[in-house]
């Protein structure tokens, strides 16, 4: 059972429009999210990050929202750039009250960014 | 600073064989954690540790998988007897892990192909 879900597989979206990338999570327990940003033959790299207690978190041209209600977030990227074209992976954590705790992924949403 | 580095990046072995992945962590940095990525599952978190002590092992797959931190900075996954089914992406990731929220950094990964 999927605790995190990004139900898109796939997005193309023309450069400089905005690319929306969605993300479902079925956990009340979770209270940290982030987006993770792959590359083919690397390891992921952190995107941005939000907290429970917040809707929204920016950071350049990433965006990320969060309805904790409807249990989903979005990132927004804009303007959209051939260099963000990549698998893009929603996680969420639950914090176990001390230390460093695990991240539960989403299976991640192609980004194909169009020249 | 030289990230996460993993060992081997590339690992071909026949089903029955010994299989040890290593991970070196980012200097400073307490928290250690080993991920799984297959086409079926995604991303899948199999364990960490925090300051040398394993905190949660529960997504380790079965007896085959062991894990262990020798030392502060090292890590080593190890899969006896190794199966088909064990082929994957295998990622090591490490953070400062003080706050329970810092960024984890992930390496390269291992590709583990089992005939």
């Known amino acids: 059972d999927q605790q995190v879900k990004q139900n898109s597989p796939s997005l193309s979206v023309q450069e400089g429009r905005i690319s929306i990338l969605n993300c479902d999570y079925t956990n009340s327990m979770f209270d940290y999210f982030l987006w993770y940003k792959k590359y083919p033959a690397e390891g992921p790299t952190f995107l941005i990050s939000?907290?429970?207690?917040?809707d929204k978190n920016e950071d350049g041209r990433f965006t990320v929202f969060l309805n904790k209600s409807a249990k989903h977030l979005s990132l927004h990227i804009v303007p959209s750039q051939p260099g963000d074209s990549a698998v893009y992976f929603c996680a969420a954590s639950a914090n176990s009250g001390g230390g460093a705790d695990g991240l539960t992924f989403g299976k991640g949403t192609h980004l194909i960014i169009q020249p | 600073d030289a990230g996460v580095i993993q060992s081997p990046r590339h690992e071909v072995t026949e089903m029955g064989q010994e299989v040890t992945l290593r991970c070196k962590l980012i200097?400073?940095?307490?928290?250690l954690f080993w991920y799984r990525q297959t086409m079926m599952r995604g991303l899948e978190l199999l364990i960490y540790f925090n300051n040398n002590v394993p905190i949660d092992d529960s997504g380790m797959p079965e007896d085959r998988f062991s894990a262990k931190m020798p030392n502060a900075s090292f890590s080593t996954l190890k899969i006896q007897p190794s199966e088909p089914r064990d082929s994957a992406v295998y990622f090591c990731?490490?953070?400062?892990?003080?706050?329970?929220?810092?960024?984890?950094?992930f390496g390269p990964g291992t590709r583990l192909t089992v005939l």
């Open positions: 200097s400073g940095h307490n928290s």
């Open positions: 939000i907290s429970s207690i917040k």
């Open positions: 990731a490490s953070s400062s892990g003080d706050r329970g929220r810092d960024t984890q950094y």
